[in-house]
Structure formats: C-alpha cells, structure tokens
C-alpha cells in the first residue's frame, strides 16, 4: 500500500492532488486542517492536509513488487511554494531507516531475542504507522516553528503596522501568494524596536527589487531594429505604436518606418496610417512574414521599425501561428525586440493566461496600457513575478504622443503602499 500526504489552500484541492497523483481509486484516510505559525499567523491562511492510499498489486511471478518510496520522498509538506526548512540541530536525530507501511501481517523466523522488537514493529497495523508518522511530523514542525520565534517578540503596535501593510497591498489587488513572500522576508529581517518607518522603509525596498529596473527599446549602430508589438485586441497596441514612435521620430530624432500586419482590423491600418502621415513617415502593409522581410529590406536604411500585429483570441490557434511565424523568420542578422502589450485593467487570472498564450510566441518585455483607467496596479507587480520578465512603458491616456512614459518603480511601489 502507498501513503502520500497531500496539502492545499482548500480540502477539495487537497483530495484532488491525491487523485492526480494516486489515481481515483485512492481511499482518502484522513483530512486535517494545519494552521498558520509564527508571529504574523494572524493573517496568514490555513491550509488542508489530506492523506490518501492506495493499494499496491502484487505480482506472482510476471513481475516485481514495486518498491515503496521513502517517506521523505513521498510526504508533501508544501502548499503552493517550495518551504525551505534549515537544516536541523545535532540534537535532533532522523532515523535513516524509513518506516514502511505494511499490508498483511508478516510471518516472523525464529531469530534471536534482540530481533523481536524490528519484527513487532513490522507487524504494526496501517493506522499505528500513519499515526506514528503524524506525530514525528507534528514534533518537527513544531520545533522549528520555536526555533524561528524571536526571543523578543515584536511588539503589538509593530505587528499592527505590519498587517496594516500586508492588507493595503491586498488592497491595491497584490497578489496574496507574493504579499505573502515579502511578510515573509519581513518576518526574517526586522528586529524588535525598529521604529514604524524602518519597517515600511523594508516593504518599499523590497517591493523595488522585485520590480527591477524596468527596460526602453534601445538602438544601436546596427540598422535597422525590428521591434514587434503583441497582445491581445483592444489593449491599445496602435496607440502605443504611434505614442512610442512620435517619441523617437520627434524627441530622439530618429529615422524610423511602420509596418502593420493586423489586417483583420481595417480600423487599425487606417488609424496607423493616420499616425504614419502626421509624423511624415513611411508604412507598409504585409500579409505574410515574407511580405515582412520584404519590407525590412526596403527600410534597410531606417533605424528602427515598429510592427503592429494582429491581436487574436486565445482559442484561434491559426492566429497565433501566424503572429509567431511572422516573428521567427526575421533573418537572423536583424536585431529584434519583441513587447507585449497588457491592459492594467484586465483581470489577474487572464493575465495569466494571456502571458502563457504569449510566452510560446516569443520571448517578450511588457508594456501596460490604461493607467488611468484603474486605481490599482498590483497586477503591474503580480504579472511581473508571474512571467519573470522585465516591465517596460505604461500610458496613462489616450494623447498622442503624450500619455506614455517608461514606468517609474518607485512611483508605482508608494501607490502600491498606500502613498499618492
């Protein structure tokens, strides 16, 4: 019989992992609520463990028994994220030999005396082991839990600022689990007797840090720079276009061509071609990648050229394929940049989504639109944990070419902590 422990945010998550793992014929044997520990279990939530098991068949002679894992190998102690748990003390001594659960009672050789004692624990019933188990589990996890209390706690006014933090990033729609990280790192840092500025001076420097330092499209003495612009329909991609084109044509003086690809949208190459007259430069329109290298060769002289490309529904894979060919076969000698662009007012999980969908088209830096369309921007924070990729420009308005500008980290982490 196999025995696995499994853990969730919610009991039906918990089950379900089981059955993934085991299969749907596992029994589910037990189901136990584990509480938070530590100083700031207050407002960190619980999670369900459940143990499920499943019965091994035996071979006669077509095959071998599997060997069961070790429990170590077997017990999940995690939730969502890797737990990395210090390395225990000398003191604390575990066994090398692993327990392993038992069947059918086993018949014992006459051995000698010293023997007897390994062979009654072998003949232990399935719920003595599992409870054994439990336990060992619970004292480990409880001696390290002590071991991480600070031997002066912080006092209440220290953790009531703390929460006060952690529910004001909720607030601004960070995500729980990376709101979770930061207390975390919080919780490791800060002594007892900082004063309430060093402990929002360590949520704003960690915030930043996780930002990173967000990335312009930068040229070179290589002409010219293909950068493509991606992203799903009425996020305000040609917009952007035209908003980050008026810069370099108007402000850095560059020379520069536009392409548009999105010939789904008639709207789309007639507004660009409006932007394309104003700033007195050329467009092309291009219905294949061939097309696309075609034109590349005919603004070989330009700096850079911005592509417009068509956005398209996560289901209509005959679009995506053609976004993704359209990127891939640039020749290998051009220099390309690739954004994704992503409205802060669309919902966390279809951002997710979105970036996923993306992410197999080509490696992407990330563009925000619609600023000003929403009051929170923890989404800016949680895509950018999410993807582990660099952010970029946000626009914050419609004008052109005015509304854009490259995101400003310490600006957005002061918002995000309840600043202006």
């Known amino acids: 019989m196999i025995i696995n422990k499994f853990q969730g945010k919610t009991e039906e998550e918990a089950k379900k992992k089981a059955k993934e793992k085991l299969g749907e014929n596992c029994v589910v044997m037990n ?30 002679g077509y095959g071998s028994i599997s060997k069961p894992k070790k429990i170590s190998d077997s017990i999940n102690l995690t939730a969502d994220e890797d737990i990395v748990i210090p390395p225990p003390e000398k003191e604390f001594v575990i066994p090398k030999t692993p327990i392993r659960p038992v069947t059918r009672k086993q018949e014992i050789p006459q051995e000698p005396a010293a023997n007897l004692k390994k062979a009654n624990i072998i003949e232990q019933n399935e719920d003595e082991v599992l409870q054994s188990i439990e336990k060992r589990l619970d004292n480990l996890t409880n001696l390290l839990d002590e ?8 006092s209440q006014e220290e953790l009531n600022y703390i929460r006060l933090i ?32 060093m402990i929002l001076s360590n949520f704003y420097q960690k915030l930043v840090l996780r930002f990173g330092r967000p990335q312009a499209i930068s040229l070179n003495e290589h002409k010219p720079k293909v950068v493509f612009f991606i992203g799903p329909t009425g996020v305000g991609k040609t917009t952007t ?65 911005f592509v417009d490309t068509a956005g398209f529904s996560h289901k209509n894979e005959e679009q995506r394929n053609s976004v993704k060919k359209l990127i891939a076969e640039i020749p290998a000698e051009i220099e ?23 992410k197999d088209i ?53 918002q995000l902590l309840g600043g202006n």
Request: glycine residues 2%.
């Open 362 to 414: 080509a490696n992407y830096k990330l563009i925000f639109t619609k600023l000003d369309e929403t009051d929170t921007y923890g989404n800016l924070l949680n895509i950018r944990l999410y993807t582990k990729t660099e952010l970029s420009y946000i626009t914050t308005g419609q004008n052109v070419p005015n509304d854009i500008e490259l995101l400003d980290t310490q600006k957005i982490v002061k």
């Open 147 to 154: 071991k991480n209390i600070p031997v002066n706690p912080l």
């Open 166 to 197: 952690y529910s004001t990033l909720l607030d601004n729609e960070v995500n729980e689990k990376y709101a979770n990280q930061v207390v975390e790192e919080i919780e490791k840092t800060i002594r007892p007797g900082n004063n309430l500025d």
């Open 336 to 358: 390309k940049e690739v954004f994704l662009v992503l409205s802060a007012t669309t919902k966390y999980k279809d951002l997710c989504n979105i970036a996923d969908i993306y």
């Open 241 to 305: 276009i035209a908003k980050i084109s008026s810069k370099f044509k108007l402000d850095a003086h560059k020379d520069i061509a536009l392409v548009t690809a999105d010939t789904y949208r008639i709207a789309a190459t007639e507004q660009l071609n409006v932007y394309a007259e104003i700033l007195e430069v050329p467009l092309k329109v291009v219905y294949s990648s061939e097309e696309l290298n075609e034109a590349i060769a005919e603004f070989a002289d330009k700096d850079v050229i």
């Open 31 to 60: 189901v136990r609520v584990i509480k938070p520990k530590g100083m700031f279990k207050g407002f960190k939530s619980s999670t369900y463990e459940v143990t499920a098991a499943l019965e091994e068949k035996e071979d006669y």
